[in-house]
């Protein structure tokens, strides 16, 4: 039996209707999210990983624990040999409307992937979801943008440089963006159970649909703008306020709040302090682009938001998140579609939903597996009538 707390929880109505925040559920051992400190995969700060190769990453949030360089070789080499992707996977993808918003062929994909080929067994489907994502990926961009031929799968290469290599970017340069997406993906594996789309594949596998059905439902989750789509939505609001000069930045952020418009970039239902995904990438962005003008107005942003934000008495962390800074990145190297960005999310996060289901499904219970979830909702407007 896991290592357990004693606490006890009481719920109050005023608790009611709040999306469950902060509801304990279950328990997770991939990843904590510190309100203060920020995300850390099986104790390791993200801070600490975020330089790592990707195969690292997904090795620890399955085996919770780092690879040692037998384990390591052992590990790619099987990634590899799940990696190729049926055709007719491709055939499919071809035949979908491309005018559909990428997040939509994306999860759409998934489900595809599953009827080409699932096994039933939660391990194995997450892993070979895992190590089919790059071609897949790689195949939406292509098809969509119409930049021609899929690129052969190079699995060699490493994970996340093969699916640069799958891409094929026009002009794109190979080493910069290798570096980018290999600490996008890092960033973004996972972040404890309680977020939307892992509380949603976890939720439906709880039913004992498939890691496909659960894992394409967590990426619909994953689609809504208050969640991974908000990298999106971000970047569309940066490009909208376009200024390096904080005081109009500032005015800029004060008007959006009065018209109620979303302020994208910042705050989090759980983090209290600036989150540690944001710090990483601001220094990528000085390493990989410190001249682009939309990083640099990001920086702007940054600023003006933090001090906009604690104006307001009611909002409970000025600070930026994962997603203010993630936009101007990849825009910087060439995605500069954001319709693109909740994608390469997803693609990332599927490492820590695939391991988190694997774990519920698998080791909870001492291997019985969490019961199907069935929360209560309390009945109102609803005194006996009769017909
Ligand atoms: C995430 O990475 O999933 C987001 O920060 C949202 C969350 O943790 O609730």
Known sequence: MAELPEIEFTITNAQLDTGLRGYPVGTCETSYVDP???????????????????????????????????????????????????????????????????????????????????????????????????????????????WGELIPSEPERGYVANFVHMLGMPGGDVEALTRLLSVYYVLHADHGGGNLSTFTGRAVASGLADMYRSMASAMNGLAGPRHGMANQDCFFMVRELNTTDVEAAAEKLRSRMANRELIYGFGHA??????????????????????????????????????????????????????????????????????????????????????????????????????????????????????
């Open 36 to 146: 203060e400190e920020g995300v850390s995969y099986v104790g390791y700060p993200i801070a600490d990983l975020a330089f790592m190769p990707a195969e690292d990453i997904i090795y620890l949030l399955f085996n919770k624990a780092l690879p040692s360089a037998e384990e390591k070789a052992a590990f790619t080499a099987d990634i590899a040999e799940r990696s190729p992707v049926p055709e007719e996977v491709f055939a499919a993808l071809r035949a979908m409307p491309m005018s559909g918003h990428p997040m939509d062929l994306f999860a759409a994909a998934i489900q595809i992937l599953g009827m080409a080929g699932k096994t039933e067994d939660f391990y194995d489907d997450a892993l070979n979801l895992v190590a089919r994502m790059p071609a897949t990926l790689a195949a939406i961009f292509r098809l969509r943008e119409g």
């Open 270 to 387: 759980v983090l209290r302090q600036e989150d540690p995904r944001a710090q990483v990438q601001l220094q990528v962005g000085e390493e990989l682009c410190p001249d682009d003008h939309w990083f640099n107005v990001v920086k702007t942003v940054r600023e003006a938001g933090i001090r906009v934000l604690k104006e307001n008495p009611k909002v409970q962390n000025p600070y930026p998140n994962v997603d203010l800074v993630s936009g101007s990145l990849i825009n910087a190297l060439g995605f500069t579609d954001p319709d693109y960005y909740t994608t390469l999310f997803g693609w990332s996060r599927i490492a820590g939903i695939g391991a988190q289901i694997v774990d519920e499904r698998t080791r909870a219970r001492d291997g019985r597996g969490v019961a199907i979830y069935r929360p209560r909702y309390i009945p109102i407007n609803q005194a006996p009538r009769s017909v």
